[in-house]
């Protein structure tokens, strides 16, 4: 792959209004700390905000953003009135995917472009989305390309099919939830296949535990949130925060390259940052792996 990629990423899902109103300002602010802690890569996409988020991404990377950002987007759903999106797998429809993302970042290419959560359309995925988006890459509109999905089995099942550059995984891969482990990671060390890891707060309960939380976009339960209230007082025993863990915890695998984190203002871009560079003890990864929470393969790593 040409693209090289950071440790750590902003995605700008928040930029769209995820869950909760974000203010522009807020949203640029982000954008401008990114730049000034050395943060350069960014992830988008259409759905988030029906284009809010690309667009608030174009100006934060104008008005402050690093000059060599590098910066992935999506495709596979089109914008139209409203707030409808509606899927379009064809070739003209990946194309008109790209194209009007590339409107709205103000730029000529992307980085990377993801097939965006294309869970059941496999065979639009095979006949005409794949092949686009591999002439897309050949054209040079794109640098590199791959899947974008929530669910890790069918993102190992393209990754065993496809030529790809890159793959996002989000929530599949946390210190709550490892079902990436055992099919898509082995498929991606065994094609050189580079991994980005997103929602490692499994959508916050991993950020701030506590019953107002929410997990894998649902208000959590009580089993899950007392199993994150146990790994908060494990890290706490080590004067860790349980973000460091989580934001680190991917990093442990091999084939896992980068980790995104959402973000809203540039007080948590800081904040996550931090917890990216906070140093974790290897006792502490042993402890969470004796809990259940980190694979004890893992700890080779350590």
């Not at 379009?88 to 995917?97: C, L, P």
């Not at 709205?104 to 097939?115: M, S, Y």
């Not at 991993?206 to 339960?221: H, W």
């Amino acid at each position: 792959m040409t693209v090289t990629l950071p440790r750590l990423g902003i995605g700008t899902a928040a930029f769209g209004g995820l869950f909760t109103p974000v203010a522009e300002a807020d949203a640029l602010d982000a954008v401008r700390v990114a730049a000034e802690l050395g943060v350069r890569y960014f992830d988008t996409a259409p759905r988030y905000g029906h284009g809010l988020a690309e667009r608030r991404l174009a100006r934060g990377l104008r008005e402050s953003g690093p000059s060599d950002a590098v910066v992935s987007t999506k495709v596979g759903w089109l914008l139209r009135d409203g707030q409808t999106v509606v899927p379009d797998w064809t070739e003209r429809g990946i194309r008109a995917s790209l194209e009007s993302s590339l409107e709205r970042l103000g730029r000529d290419h992307v980085d990377i472009a993801f097939i965006h959560d294309p869970d059941d359309a496999a065979d639009e995925v095979r006949r005409t989305a794949y092949p686009a988006l591999r002439r897309l890459r050949d054209e040079g509109v794109v640098r590199a390309i791959g899947f974008g999905m929530n669910h890790a089995d069918p993102l190992a099942a393209f990754v065993g099919e496809f030529d790809v550059d890159v793959v996002l995984v989000a929530g599949r891969f946390t210190l709550l939830d490892h079902r990436a482990l055992t099919t898509l990671l082995p498929a991606c060390a065994a094609t050189a296949t580079q991994v980005v890891v997103g929602g490692v707060f499994n959508t916050g309960l991993l950020a701030e535990p506590s019953a107002a939380a929410k997990y894998d976009y649902r208000p959590v339960g009580p089993d899950m949130l007392e199993r994150a209230l146990r790994c908060q007082e494990i890290c706490a025993g080590y004067d860790v925060a349980l973000a460091a863990a989580a934001v680190q915890f991917p990093l442990l695998h091999p084939a896992v390259t980068t980790v995104l984190v959402g973000c809203r203002s540039g007080a948590e871009v800081a904040a996550n940052a931090a917890a990216a560079g906070r140093e974790i003890p290897a006792d502490l990864w042993a402890e969470l792996a004796a809990a259940g929470y980190v694979p004890a393969e893992l700890l080779t790593a350590v």
